[in-house]
């Protein structure tokens, strides 16, 4: 009866992964492409974010009142702020969208990165 119930929560977990796949792609929790922006109704990235990604604006926690605890935003490689500089940047420009955890923000970009940062690439 055991093996049965984890058998089924492993099937139940891999439905609802591929159930959040766009048709016709592999799933990556960790970018949003083009493809999927053109598949959701125009609008901000932050409105984007909290529909196919929420887990990317979930706060983990500060560390100090000194560091900064929001995830950090780049729109083509310039820091643009918090979560809130989401609101500012349109859908219909940007190409992609990708997470980069904590550990993987501060290598690249340095301290100041506890939620991680968002990069975000426009057309052109």
Same mark, same amino acid.
Request: charged share 25%; net charge positive; hydrophobic share 40%.
């Given at each position: 009866?055991?093996? @049965?119930?984890?058998?089924?929560?492993?099937?139940?977990? @891999?439905?609802?992964?591929?159930?959040?796949?766009?048709?016709?792609?592999?799933?990556?929790?960790?970018? /949003?492409?083009?493809?999927? /922006?053109?598949?959701?109704?125009?609008?901000?990235?932050?409105? #984007?974010?909290?529909?196919?990604?929420?887990?990317?604006?979930?706060?983990?926690?500060?560390?100090?009142?000194?560091?900064?605890?929001?995830?950090?935003?780049? #729109?083509?490689?310039?820091?643009? !702020? !918090?979560?809130?500089?989401?609101?500012?940047?349109?859908?219909?420009?940007?190409?992609?969208?990708?997470? #980069?955890?904590?550990?993987?923000?501060?290598?690249?970009?340095?301290?100041?990165?506890?939620?991680?940062? /968002?990069? /975000?690439?426009?057309?052109?």
């Amino acid at each position: 009866m055991k093996k @049965l119930a984890s058998t089924l929560a492993v099937a139940l977990t @891999l439905a609802a992964c591929a159930a959040g796949a766009p048709s016709g792609s592999s799933f990556n929790a960790e970018r /949003i492409s083009r493809a999927e /922006i053109d598949a959701e109704s125009p609008g901000s990235a932050f409105d #984007l974010i909290q529909k196919v990604r929420p887990v990317w604006l979930r706060w983990r926690g500060s560390t100090s009142f000194t560091q900064e605890t929001d995830v950090q935003v780049y #729109l083509d490689g310039t820091r643009m !702020g !918090g979560r809130e500089a989401l609101r500012e940047i349109g859908t219909q420009d940007v190409d992609t969208m990708e997470h #980069l955890d904590a550990r993987r923000a501060t290598a690249r970009f340095g301290s100041g990165h506890v939620n991680g940062a /968002i990069l /975000i690439r426009t057309r052109g």
